[in-house]
């Protein structure tokens, strides 16, 4: 199935299972879904459930350089994904790999290659029924975390739960529970150099329903760029793209969508 919109053709390739049908039943199949009228030059996407945990969706614009784009979890049911592609071309092509990225083998990789000290924007929504978008700069300093310069809705405060602001190992350590207690739908991004969790979505059947986390502006300091009381020595700058209003914009209608999709799949 290709979509197409506004000029652009989304194609759909046949899937792979690298692991072998005996072992994770049948290659995942991916389905692509002509975006609403509300989110323009996007393609919605389902994979249907098969047995492994997770797939890798991978994307190109010629059929030979192939970017990872998002890993799903399609135990308990079968996406939706929205992908916002990240430059105009007149035709982008999918494919998803199985299996795909664990979270123990990511954690594996980032763990190789963190660095004693280093700072990040972190992102999250908060709230059952309204939506609440918090940010702050994350410095880690020989495992120690300092939150500072926190925003909630674009209004900067100094009421505020640290705890709330995670660490990597700790997103980490959430995406493991998700693989083991299983959701309804789970998206996860990794850094391609670093290996942390850039981006994780979740509906989940439990309290709390949702979680989404997203980390930007990672940066390697010095010993010397943190002061001595933890302090970052300057704001990470990784500011989600069109601002907290139009990330809960966004937000919204990811969530309107993996709720239509998740129902009757």
Known sequence: MAPHRRGIVFVALAMMSYAGA??????????????????????VMSIRPHSTNWVLLEASSDLKDWQPVVNFMTTLTSGP????????????????????????????????VRPAHYQYRFHFVKG???????????????GVKTVSNVIVNENPTTTFNPADFLTPEEVFGFIATVEAQGARLAHVAYDPQWHFPSSVLTLLDQAPSFADYRMAGFVELSGAAVS??????????????????????????TIAALNTGARGK
């Open 22 to 43: 005996v072992a994770f039943g049948q290659a995942p199949e991916l389905i692509l879904h002509p975006a609403a009228s509300q989110i323009p030059d996007r393609v």
């Open 128 to 142: 059952q029924t309204s939506i609440n978008v918090w940010e702050g700069t994350v410095t880690i300093s020989n």
């Open 228 to 253: 001595t009381n933890g302090e970052p020595g300057a704001p990470a700058n990784g500011s989600l793209p069109g601002g907290p209003r139009a990330f809960r914009s966004q937000w919204s209608r």
């Open 81 to 112: 994904f929205i992908d916002v592609p990240p430059s105009p071309s007149p035709v982008r092509f999918y494919r998803a790999r199985a299996p795909g990225v664990s979270a123990a083998t990511a954690l594996s990789a980032w763990q190789a």
